[in-house]
């Protein structure tokens, strides 16, 4: 529920699927951004801003970050992540992107840079 209005948000029900059929390398990051003890930084999955569902958000500091998959390198995959990006950097937020077997293979430098990016802010 809202706390402002009392109303739900309609958006609820599909973050919560999103949440649970998270891709492996959405889980693993996770599980580092849980544990981040950066004072007022708190990252929220799958959060609902305007028509889209960015991976990780941590509101207070605008930072998106977007874990993409294989789909997202064909011409159609890059435009609508264009698209995507340019609305969230409208809406005044930065966003980090990085493909699974970034976060896969090498999640310390995937972390380090996401954490880099926070204290820029």
Known sequence: ???????SDPRTPRARKLRREATPAER????QL??????????RRQAPIGPYFAD?????TRIVVEIDGAQHGFDDGR???QE??????????RVLRFWNHEV??????????????????
Do not use: P
């Open 28 to 31: 693993k990051l996770w599980t």
């Open 104 to 121: 896969l293979r090498n999640l310390e430098s995937v972390v380090d840079t996401i954490c880099a990016a926070l204290y820029q802010t």
């Open 1 to 7: 529920m809202n706390d402002k209005t009392g109303r």
């Open 56 to 60: 990780f958000a941590c509101h207070r």
């Open 79 to 81: 435009l609508r992540d």
């Open 84 to 93: 995507r990006t340019r609305f969230l950097e409208t809406n005044g937020y």
């Open 34 to 43: 849980r544990q981040l003890e950066i004072k007022n930084v708190h990252f």
